[in-house]
């Protein structure tokens, strides 16, 4: 049972367009919140992060919205290009006997096309 | 590049031979992870240690056992492999130059086929 539940599974943007994924969880023992992304091949690797005390965080063309009330974050991409494509995973980590664990959700395969 | 190796890359095996992967890290960090990622489940986690000599079972342990003798290298042991085992499986450490454990850093996988 997925503790980070992930949609859509795939998506398709247009270059230039507004990607979106979404995630939501019930266990509010979660504190840190990643987004991963992952080329074919390749292992998974920290894209941005945030904090359950921010509603907002923004590293370039990636931002991380917030809501801790709905129990939903989402990533946005935006002016995605074709270089975005890639698997992205929304995760959720909390403190578990002295260290932090994490939950992955199931992976969003996102294509970019020209 | 964070320092973390695996080994082998790729592995095509029989049902019912024992396997072993390496996970090799050369950051010093305490903790170590293995997760398997297959289409429709994400990453989970198999077995993670938290030193030398110390592990624990992650949530989907059954068939797999782990062995940290040095903090550099977590073996992961398929002891009789299945077809259900056919995975890409991965290594993980938090992340190189902080004292947080909040982020894992991920090798390059290895892929497992289990004929």
């Known amino acids: 049972q997925q503790q980070v539940k992930q949609s859509p599974q795939s998506l398709i943007v247009q270059k230039g367009g507004i990607s979106i994924i979404n995630c939501a969880y019930e266990n509010t023992a979660f504190d840190y919140f990643p987004w991963y992304q992952q080329f074919p091949g390749k292992g998974p690797a920290l894209l941005i992060a945030?904090?359950?005390?921010?509603s907002e965080k923004k590293e370039g063309r990636f931002t991380i919205s917030f809501n801790k009330s709905a129990k939903q974050f989402s990533l946005h991409i935006m002016d995605s290009q074709p270089g975005d494509s890639a698997t992205y995973f929304c995760?959720?980590?909390?403190?578990?006997?002295?260290?932090?664990?994490?939950?992955f959700g199931i992976g969003t395969k996102l294509q970019v096309i020209p | 590049d964070a320092g973390i190796t695996q080994s082998p890359r790729h592995k095509v095996t029989e049902t019912g031979t024992p396997v072993t992967l390496r996970c090799h890290q050369t950051e010093n960090h305490r903790y170590m992870y293995w997760y398997r990622q297959d289409p429709g489940h994400g990453l989970r986690l198999i077995h993670y240690?938290?030193?030398?000599?110390?592990?624990d079972k992650g949530e989907v342990s059954d068939g797999y056992s782990v062995s940290r003798s040095k903090t550099e290298d977590f073996l992961l042991t398929l002891e009789s492999a299945t077809s259900s085992q056919t995975s890409v499986y991965f290594c993980?450490?938090?992340?190189?130059?902080?004292?947080?454990?909040?982020?894992?850093?991920f090798g390059p996988g290895t892929r497992l086929t289990v004929l």
């Open positions: 993980a450490i938090n992340s190189p130059g902080t004292p947080s454990t909040d982020t894992q850093y």
């Open positions: 995760a959720a980590s909390w403190e578990s006997g002295g260290y932090q664990k994490v939950t």
């Open positions: 240690s938290y030193g030398v000599k110390d592990t």
């Open positions: 945030i904090r359950p005390d921010v």
